[in-house]
């Protein structure tokens, strides 16, 4: 025998393993926590949730911490000690909660469906937890469910939830299913109500049922179908305050119902839950097609599986909490909008009727007011089929309701915030060429959503007045901003279909900011029908969702919009300097104590972060002379207003807008105007980043002389060429371009300032 | 030329129409005024509506004299002296509103959608009117707008209404489309509230729409696709209290539209309005079918054709108020239940979801604790196909929803009312033979209504204790009594199928009723769980729908339920004398002024007619021996508790259950049980009836020495024989046999006195 070959097998296994090591998933750096409380009692949370979800899924199961949420609208806080249960539809990042359909939720003991004092919170079954015995990341959630010894443990499909629970030796297992969880119904705001419900026993291992329900969407109809790994023993159910009785059905408007079971010590309990909007019958298809069996560990992996195809759309270099960050934010971005058809397609179109997508995906969500900035030109880049989908529930939408979402929630329009900002999305999406879309019937949609008169449209006062007057419609110095962009996107449209007159009268309309210009104060400030301005005025006052000409901020943050034509924002300021002098007065101008609308935080003078007027501005001085100061307050945004803790983000996480403006800024560009093909350089801070496209190709960005520090742009070069831009293009990218940058500790003031450097109106060469 | 053969052409044409002369068709002795005004304060309105439908129809068009109808229930009262507009769905006889769908009106003048002054109706569009310029009859319903000068026709198909204005000359003539338009919304009794809603302009005379809306019925989907006959030159349109403005669409949930004309003196503009409550596509595909042209005499023509045939399956002679009572009564009762399936057959399920019936029918609107009495009864005899139809709607309910129906509307539980009175309706249909029900489905049904929890029917306590505890569910005793009924049916269904544990535990059941009776006041009286009497007693103490051990009625008149098991009932009271004492008492014995519910009138004694509990009250007399009495009291309630005028009914008419009474009383004969196949003998009015049956065969009475003093039977005979009984069967009818009364204006005591001519427990021969 001979010593020299006697190699330890670790050893062996080590030099194997150093030549073929796998790399780190990607679905590693997503931490589900990040976003799920507020930074402070001045801010709002990310308003995320920690459950597992598959991209752009219906089915998103999660713990809830509320019993009637509100705020934050995922339902989860952080902060919170006790969980009441597990629902299966969540919002991720919105201000306004809706959904939670059928919560489970774990229990021994005796079961307390409802409380016997009415004081108590009516989730007689809520249990205390502590993050010290949770775990979240994509695919699985985990907690230890402290008042009763039962881990829990989630996953799921696209359209089933499955549940995994613990339990410890007991004849008093149960699981309750809670029907009437939802946001708060005292709240009059919304005016929720749960008009009819139904929990049904097939079989010792099957439940069925369904509710329907108005609050912020105004009629879902939310249908499941439940299986047991483990036969129940019995099944109690109560409706309201009723005192539970063993039944195996019960209709109603507040149903709850206990399966109970006789456990032994660790055994487990799986359960699955396939949600349908149509049908219960489509629920049960659903999980047909889904989860057949009863792997929870496959689900689960499956489900990570999903999300690192979608993450290694981009693959970067860059620290540790960059990295999560970046991760997490593409996960958020991906959270939704959510497919919410049928496997066979049925989905409730925004009439109310039912009806069957031929591309089999109906997509619910579109939170417009903030997405169309930067998270839909990212999908625009990197889901290009989901984008087509989009636009296409969008069409439906305008086919049934007569114009485009605003404010979409389960193809049905809420009005919540203003613009008609579905139109941005649409054009960029046709300007970059994405397939699968009717072109023709597009423009009739974004042509009727702009001509007819719709609650925040008064299209007929719009052309009258070329401004909206604010005593005819409230926000209408925002409106007026908003919609000049919107409807230059429909002019640049008419523009490539050929619609000259379409053109002249719609790039004539994205002028009317120049109206509520008032060149006394250099603010965008409201006028009346008669032309008067507003008085008094005052650049700090904070409006927020009507009743103020701001939404949702005030005139030093809403003076900053006009992306379509920046050149002319900056004239009407007085030219660069002016311009550029008022953008330090904004950044460094404190607020004024107890002013504050509370949708606005994340504040670097009057910048703030938390809410989406200001998501463009930092990007401003590009267009006047000064991209350093760019690079200083955008890199300060990356790396002050962003990490990776519970509460990473500065305002609500806003559907993934919060998200794509650090993926696209962390790459060192942003899409000012987001459809126009141009993006304006920032400062970058991850050390690279390679973006698959749809045409195969790939774009990649990297840094030299990488460094907390070095925030400020010493040169660029595009494809190994020196490039003294401010900007890309659209084309850059989709040909697969190299940009590399050199960075370093102080500003290089001579590199992209001269007035060629600057950002063009105009992006694409045609 | 012969003078003699010359013979004046109008005699020729009087010998020969004298020969052929056309009967009077039957259509004309509808008076559909008839049950639209309550007889005084204390009562209430038939509740009837004037408007065209035909038989068994969706769409029921009528006009509204009130702005937000809650009673009368039908939105029309003869006592009014405006009218609102007309709407396209109408509850017939109900004491509780709902619907009033699509509600249009003609007006001229300025556009008053909605007026100035807050404080006025919201209906600034209503017109004055009198009935010396309307005119109601099947098929046509005609007003003269006063405020406008337009007169206004209507008619109807299936699901299509079609309206003719003729208008005053005028630049400013109007259509008003009221979208907003229901029951009462600010009373919180059933919390109607419209979730959302849109008009929309397709062309210059085409509009559509819909609205959902929550009310009585809980999820109601509203679609309508109208055509003017006459192209708009321009519509306004608003939402809520918003200034009306021209615009081709709108969504929101207080729609209102007015399309506007320019007429000449006399010009006609016909409007048809199709409706769905499923989608608009299917709205527009029933006007297709029904009514593609314009011709408005002819459609009227048809629609009188259609209830010319239904009413021709009962010929009678009799007075004209006689005839016009009978045959306004037999149109009544053939107002519903309502085909609400569109005509390719799709509805909603109660489940919400949205199916397509097979036999393309799905009814509506099945008041059962008024109709399964004798409006049933009276469909299973003379419309066994639409009985059919009726009951597979109930087994389709049954399979989402888990029992049948007790009070439906739109598919929907809304719980009105006490019992599960779909049972002995099914049990009589099945006992009758009636054909295309699948009898093993429907049993299960039954059985799974009896024995599964629900509202109102705590079936657990009900084994459990042998009667309701008042202290578990109120309204006990007219539960208890209602309840032993519905379960001999149970019984008697199961005994056909051979089941017979089951025969064994609901014949049981259905004796329950004993465990109630207070031998010591001889009435039906509530019990706790503790086997108490509630105390203190009063029989003649009104109940209202809960809060009280009797239902709307008091215990005089609830003490007489037993339609299962007369001659126990009779045995619990002391024999034949003691009953008919007491039976004497009831009749003669007045109310304590102010304590009556409102829903009893029509008083004779404690008999209130104007409510069903005591519907069978009068012919009990026939059980214990003295059919005479039988005679005196059920002739005066035809005599004096019907009439031909607006306050025809002695209250509700209660979706064909007072009517039903009318047409089995004034014939002789009524079903006291309505599923034993025994009908107890009364005292005919009619001179002569003719029934044609679904074997084709025609039973037949006639009266001889009829007279209004005559109301007493000296004598009857059966098919020619002397017939001593107090009854007639099922098979004596279906036979068609011929039953000839003679009649006196004294009792004679020998006919029908003796124990073997009381009606028996089972009227089958089997």
Known sequence: MNRILVIPFFLLWQGVSAQSIPPVKLVNYVKPFIGTSAVDTTSLSGSNFPGPTTPFAFVQLSPDTRDAPDDPASGYDYNDKTIVGFSHTHLSGTGVADLFDVLLMPTTGEVKLNPGNAKISRSGYRSAFSHGQETARPGYYQVMLQDYGINAELTSASHTGMHRYTFPASTQSHIVIDMDHSLDKKRGYWECRIIAGEIKVINNHTIEGYRIITGWARLRKVYFHAEFSKPFDSVVMANGKQKPYATTLLNGT?????????????????????????????????????????????????????????????????????????????????????????????????????????????????????????????????????????????????????????????????????????????????????????????????????????????????????????????????????????????????????????????????????????????????????????????????????????????????????????????????????????????????????????????????????????????????????????????????????????????????????????????????????????????????????????NDKIFSMSVKNIGKQNIYIQSVKLNGKLYNKTYITQDDIMNGSNLEFTMGAKPNKSWGTKAEDQPPLWGYKN
């Open 254 to 694: 507040a149903l709850k119902a206990a399966l109970n079971f006789s456990t032994t010590d660790h055994e487990q309990v799986t359960v699955k839950v396939a949600l349908s909007s149509v049908s219960i019958e489509n629920a049960k298809q659903n999980m047909m097609a889904e989860i057949p069996g009863w792997d929870f560990d496959k689900i689960s992996s499956q489900n990570a599986d999903e999300w690192e195809k979608e993450l290694s759309k981009i693959i970067i270099e860059g620290t540790q909490e960059q990295k999560e960050i970046f991760y997490t934010g593409l996960y958020h971005a991906f959270t939704q909008p959510n497919n919410i058809a049928d496997i066979n397609g049925d989905y409730q179109a925004t009439d109310m009727t039912i009806r069957n997508a031929p591309d089999k995906v109906q997509y619910s969500t579109f939170s417009l007011w903030d997405t169309y900035r930067a998270a839909h030109p990212l999908y625009t880049l990197i889901q290009p089929e989901k984008t087509a989908g989009f636009i296409n529930t969008m069409i439906r939408q305008y086919e049934t309701y007569g114009y485009l979402p605003i404010w979409q929630l389960w193809g049905d329009e809420n009005y919540c915030m203003i613009g008609n900002h579905a139109i941005p999305v649409i054009t960029d999406a046709i300007l970059k060429g994405i397939p699968g879309i009717d072109v023709e019937k597009a423009y009739q949609a974004v042509k009727a959503s702009s001509t007819t008169d719709h609650p925040g449209s008064p299209f007929t006062a719009w052309e009258k007045y070329g401004y909206i007057p604010e005593d005819i419609e409230s926000q209408s110095v925002s409106i007026t901003v908003e919609m000049a962009y919107d409807d230059w996107c429909v002019a640049q449209l008419a523009k490539k279909l050929g619609k000259t007159a379409d053109y002249e009268r719609f790039i004539k309309r994205s002028a009317f900011y120049k109206n509520l210009y008032n060149a006394k104060t250099g603010f965008f400030q409201a006028r009346n029908k008669d032309g008067n301005w507003l008085t008094p005025f005052d650049p700090l006052s904070y409006g927020g969702n009507g009743g103020s000409p701001y939404t949702e901020a005030n005139a030093w943050q809403y003076s900053w919009y006009v992306p379509q034509n920046i050149p002319d924002l900056i004239k009407l300021m007085g030219g660069d300097r002016s311009f550029t002098a008022k953008l330090d007065t904004f950044f460094t101008l404190a607020n004024k104590p107890g002013d504050i609308n509370g949708n606005a935080s994340g504040f670097i003078g009057q910048y703030a972060h938390g809410n989406e007027p200001s998501h463009h501005i930092a990007y401003l001085y590009d267009y006047a002379g000064q991209p350093w100061k760019t690079q200083y307050y955008v890199s300060k945004v990356l790396n002050e207003l962003y990490n990776n803790s519970s509460s990473g983000y500065a305002g609500n996480e806003d559907c993934g807008q919060m998200s794509a403006w650090y993926i696209f800024s962390s790459m060192g560009f942003y899409p000012v105007n987001p459809a126009n093909g141009i993006y304006a350089i920032g400062s970058p801070i991850l050390k690279s980043a390679s973006m698959t496209l749809s």
